[in-house]
């Protein structure tokens, strides 16, 4: 039986930079639901222009905070995993996990893309130049973003261990 060591290698710098740019949206975009969360409105003048902007409804039918607290650990977790699958965060976690993450947050985010930002198209919502102009495109970066450091980011590469006394590799 071989045993071998796991190691990460490095991603490529295209890699590391984009898991930089979707790591600070994502996480910058999850700061900004976590002020939402807190009860504050900001940017928006009220929570009624708030609703009305990024929910297209009324301030009545916004998600309940716990919610959006929901929102904001999945940003937050999004950031980390595009982070790490970059190889800018090292932990000891396997690097599948960073990997298969990565995927979950482009593909997420391309269903948002489709599912929200074609549904507004024929809408009438007041959040329809919001989404068209600002969430949707946002979100295509991020998950292109996404969708290069899944390729470029780190590998995990299986090197076998050898042998200190007798100087070659175990065979099975």
Known sequence: ??????????????AR????????????????????????PWPFGDREALSQTVWGDTASTFPPP?????VV???????????????????PLPWWMFSVGTWAVAVVLFLRVL????????????NRTWEL??????????AVLCVVV??????????PDVSP????VPSS
């Open 1 to 14: 039986m071989t045993n071998s060591v796991a190691q990460q290698t490095d991603g490529t710098p295209l």
């Open 17 to 40: 930079r984009a898991a930089l740019a979707a790591g600070a949206l994502l996480g910058a975009i999850g700061a900004l639901h976590a002020v939402w969360a807190a009860g504050s």
């Open 66 to 70: 716990a919610a959006t607290l929901v």
């Open 73 to 91: 650990v999945l940003l937050w977790t999004a950031a980390a995993l595009v982070i790490g699958r970059g190889g800018l965060w090292r932990v």
């Open 115 to 126: 599912l929200l930002g074609t549904a507004s198209l024929g809408s009438d919502a007041q």
């Open 133 to 142: 102009a600002v969430f949707s495109p946002l979100c295509l970066v991020i």
């Open 150 to 159: 899944a390729k470029a980011g780190p590998r995990s590469v299986v090197q």
């Open 165 to 168: 006394a007798l100087g070659r």
